[in-house]
């Protein structure tokens, strides 16, 4: 049972490139997180997906975009990437939107911009 | 929106000790769960615990829903108990959870 999956688990990029963070689950789950994580600080919520084909602003979406692509996936793209958006990013996901269920997360992204 | 803070921020311990990490919070949640944050990064769901006491192995924690407060307790620590150890919880609309700062917590040999 893999639960979250994302990928890639590291990347190095230049400012300016773009790239998709993925992240499937396989859990049978109908809400999912993408949150990030910056030195000495617990984790801040970019974008969410109650159900699929619905999609939500967090905390801090400036600068991204994201696709709920089926029940199972959920990618989040940097369309013109910033030194700012360094960080650890983490997919998660619950059975539904505010359920009495935990989140489960995956193992994260190390993103790097230069 | 909601608060959460966790204390204390840095723990220092010899292997064998025991501990108590708190997490407050500053409004009715429905979703309360307990994180270990590795050396390598991977977030560990600990407990799932938004009212209640739970028991893993050395680890338990309780929740006080209606006091606004978590405990986590380690007992018998050893070194590969280090890491970061974040509360956090689901009270707004968005069913995000809201993390505290979290407690470093390094056990030394």
């Known amino acids: 049972n893999a639960g979250v999956t994302q990928t890639p688990k590291f990347q190095v990029l230049k400012t300016g490139q773009s790239m998709t963070l993925q992240c499937a689950q396989d859990m049978n789950h109908n809400s999912m997180y993408w949150y990030r994580q910056d030195p000495g600080m617990g984790l801040r919520l970019i974008y969410y997906?109650?159900?699929?084909?619905?999609?939500d602003k967090g905390e801090v979406p400036n600068g991204y975009n994201v696709s709920r692509l089926n029940k199972r996936e959920f990618s989040l793209r940097l369309e013109s990437a910033a030194p700012s958006q360094t960080s650890v990013y983490f997919c998660?996901?619950?059975?539904?939107?505010?359920?009495?269920?935990?989140?489960?997360f995956g193992d994260g992204t190390r993103l790097s911009i230069l | 929106g909601i608060q959460v803070e966790q204390s204390p921020p840095d723990l220092i311990l010899q292997e064998g000790a025991n501990s108590t990490l708190r997490c407050n919070f500053s409004d009715s949640v429905n979703n309360l769960q307990w994180f270990h944050q590795n050396p390598w990064g991977q977030l560990i769901n600990l407990f799932y615990?938004?009212?209640g006491t739970k028991q893993n192995g050395r680890l338990s924690a309780t929740t006080v829903a209606t006091e606004r407060y978590s405990l986590l307790y380690i007992s018998s620590s050893q070194t590969t108990d280090s890491g970061v150890y974040f509360c956090?919880?689901?009270?707004?609309?968005?069913?995000?959870?809201?993390f505290g700062k979290g407690t470093k917590l390094s056990v030394k040999p």
């Open positions: 956090a919880v689901v009270g707004g609309s968005q069913g995000n959870l809201i």
């Open positions: 615990i938004p009212s």
């Open positions: 997906s109650a159900s699929e084909g619905t999609t």
């Open positions: 998660a996901s619950s059975e539904a939107l505010l359920s009495n269920q935990p989140q489960h």
